[in-house]
T-cell receptor
Framework: KAGVTQTPRYLIKTRGQQVTLSCSPI?????VSWYQQTPGQGLQFLFE???????NKGNFPGRFSGRQFSNSRSEMNVSTLELGDSALYLC??????????????FGPGTRLTVL | ELKVEQNPLFLSMQEEKNYTIYCNYS?????LYWYRQDPGKSLESLFV?????AVKQEGRLMASLDTKARLSTLHITAAVHDLSATYFC??????????FGTGTSLTVIP
């Protein structure tokens, strides 16, 4: 079974630009979550999508948005990039049936650098 | 907001020694997870703990959960170099949102 894939793996942008990151979950997984990881703030939850609906949202400004498609693939968009948006963006997928083995499976991440 | 604290943040331990990483969380939760992250890599799921008193073991790692104390521990037995990584605990609230601890960077030295 293929794992979670994220594209692109590395991205360099300048302040003020916008960026779109893509995540393809494990086949059959309907829940996709996005996280921002930085050395200073650690792992912070951005949002979660389930069956094309945003089910949870973290404490990030409106410049961060996302969506999920009918095939469960998800994209996140960051507009008007700031230097502080430089981070590793991780996507995770799961079944979310809350079984005793259900967990999130993480993709390799997209390393975004804002200059 | 649910808070998750891990300690220690950094841990340098000799091979063959035992040590414990602690994870405290602020509000009631029935699901706790442990993950491992190698440098430059993504997170790998280690354990899912669902109920008070739950204990799971895999190799030299053993995780436990005390929901009354809001505490989980990750015990490392007879550490080996391959265990060097950053370990995260995460707590899931009833709304399926995850809250991660700060991570514990473990270095095993000969």
């Amino acid at each position: 079974k293929a794992g979670v894939t994220q594209t692109p793996r590395y991205l360099i942008k300048t302040r003020g630009q916008q960026v779109t990151l893509s995540c393809s979950p494990i086949s059959g997984h309907r829940s996709v979550s996005w996280y921002q990881q930085t050395p200073g703030q650690g792992l912070q939850f951005l949002f979660e999508y389930f069956s094309e609906t945003q089910r949870n949202k973290g404490n990030f400004p409106g410049r961060f948005s996302g969506r999920q498609f009918s095939n469960s693939r998800s994209e996140m968009n960051v507009s008007t990039l700031e230097l502080g948006d430089s981070a590793l963006y991780l996507c995770a997928s799961s079944h979310w049936v809350r079984s005793d083995t259900d967990t999130q499976y993480f993709g390799p991440g997209t390393r975004l650098t804002v200059l | 907001e649910l808070k998750v604290e891990q300690n220690p943040l950094f841990l340098s331990m000799q091979e063959e020694k035992n040590y414990t990483i602690y994870c405290n969380y602020s509000t009631t939760s029935d699901r706790l997870y442990w993950y491992r992250q190698d440098p430059g890599k993504s997170l790998e799921s280690l354990f899912v703990l669902l109920s008070n008193g739950a204990v799971k073991q895999e190799g030299r790692l053993m995780a436990s959960l005390d929901t009354k104390a809001r505490l989980s521990t990750l015990h490392i037995t007879a550490a080996v170099h391959d265990l060097s990584a950053t370990y995260f605990c995460a707590v899931q609230n009833t709304g399926n949102q995850f809250y991660f601890g700060t991570g514990t960077s473990l270095t095993v030295i000969p």
